[in-house]
């Protein structure tokens, strides 16, 4: 079974400042691990994936992410905040084998970037 | 450049009339997927398929269906749709199931009145 938990259903920062968007996981098997953004009104984008290879992921958009297993954690960050990244984030988990491959979203974190 | 389309983008329909939603992708990828996501929620997971092979989630109700005709389309059908059904309705592909990188259309967002 696998799970996902985004802590803070809303995230409000300055226009500028660090994005931190956190994500933690629970896998019973390595898992997939994936960011995607969902703008109003449209589908999802797939932002980045961790797919066991570096542990330092690099995005679309100036967005990246760090796997670390010990804290079974995916945060999303990204060091200037644009207006343009106001939309709701996703973190998503899939197995990396068996019947564990279907992804498993969080619940959502919605960004808001202040002026 | 290779995509996922979905039609209508809005549908309006009344309770208990059936509708149909379409999906198609340009990437022939071998699995499709069916979410519905309603507000502020994550999208949750209707069905699959792998080639022609349908797989149903177990908590999808009866009233959802799915075809797929061929690689690149996919149909939901809704047979009597309650108010409970609106939602937004999102088609995803993936190229296999194994290493699942979903990609995702605009959605179609469903109105019962």
């Known amino acids: 079974a696998q799970s996902v938990t985004q802590l803070g259903s809303h995230v409000s920062v300055s226009e500028g400042a660090l994005v931190l968007l956190r994500c933690n996981y629970s896998s019973s098997v390595p898992p997939y691990l994936f960011w995607y953004v969902q703008y109003p009104n449209q589908g999802l984008q797939l932002l980045l994936k961790?797919?066991?290879?570096?542990?330092l992921v690099k995005g679309i958009n100036g967005f990246e992410a760090e796997f670390k297993k010990s804290e079974t954690s995916f945060h999303l960050t990204k060091p200037s905040a644009h207006m343009s990244d106001a939309a709701e984030y996703f973190c998503a988990v899939s197995g990396s084998g068996g019947s564990n491959y279907k992804l498993t979203f969080g619940k959502g974190t919605l960004l808001t970037v202040n002026p | 450049d290779a995509m996922v389309i979905q039609n209508p983008r809005y549908q309006v329909t009344q309770f208990g009339k059936p509708v149909t939603l379409s999906c198609s992708q340009t990437?022939?990828?071998?699995?499709m997927y069916w979410y519905q996501q309603k507000s502020s929620q994550a999208p949750k997971l209707l069905f699959h398929y792998y080639d022609k092979d349908f797989n149903n989630e177990a908590d999808t109700p009866d009233n959802f269906q799915s075809r797929r005709p061929n690689t690149s389309f996919c149909f939901l059908d809704i047979r009597s749709p309650g108010l409970g059904d609106a939602a937004m309705y999102l088609c995803a592909t993936s190229r296999e199931k194994l290493y699942n990188e979903q990609f995702f259309g605009p959605g179609t967002r469903l109105t019962v009145l």
């Open positions: 961790y797919t066991s290879a570096a542990t």
């Open positions: 990437l022939n990828h071998n699995v």
